[in-house]
């Protein structure tokens, strides 16, 4: 059972990257999936999140309107679409997913956390914007 996260990169204030979280062992289909990162002497915080079936999603004040998430059940895969980063944007990116159905998981505050729901967890991959 494994989550994967990967693309991210360095890019320029302005720019664009397309995080991917691809699962093996497990079907993604039937889970909650939501994306965090962790910027260098900072907590963790949750970026975005997405419901089984697609329908609910979630994004944290700094990045609603420059996010956008979305998943494609047939390649397991859930997708970050970043748009318009900043530097303040830089971070090592996470994905994770829960069985615990979105609207019993959201919250008002969900991007401070604690996410004692998620039990998968993927590596981290980087994202650097540069000013």
């Known amino acids: 059972v494994q989550l994967q996260a990967f693309g991210g990169g360095l890019v320029q204030a302005g720019g664009s990257l397309k995080l991917s979280c691809a699962a093996s062992g497990f079907i993604l289909d039937y889970y909650t999936v939501g994306w965090f990162r962790q910027a260098p002497g900072k907590e963790r915080e949750g970026v975005s999140c997405?419901?089984?079936?697609?329908?609910?999603?979630y994004y944290g004040s700094s990045v609603e309107g420059r996010f956008t998430i979305s998943r494609d059940n047939a390649k397991n895969t859930v997708y970050l679409q970043m748009n318009s980063l900043e530097p303040e944007d830089t971070a090592v990116y996470y994905c994770?997913?829960?069985?615990?159905?979105?609207?019993?998981?959201?919250?008002?505050?969900?991007?401070?956390?604690?996410?004692?729901?998620?039990?998968?967890w993927g590596q981290g991959t980087e994202v650097t914007v540069s000013s």
């Open positions: 994770a997913a829960t069985s615990v159905p979105f609207y019993q998981s959201i919250r008002s505050n969900w991007y401070l956390g604690p996410w004692d729901e998620y039990n998968y």
């Open positions: 997405i419901s089984a079936d697609s329908r609910s999603t």
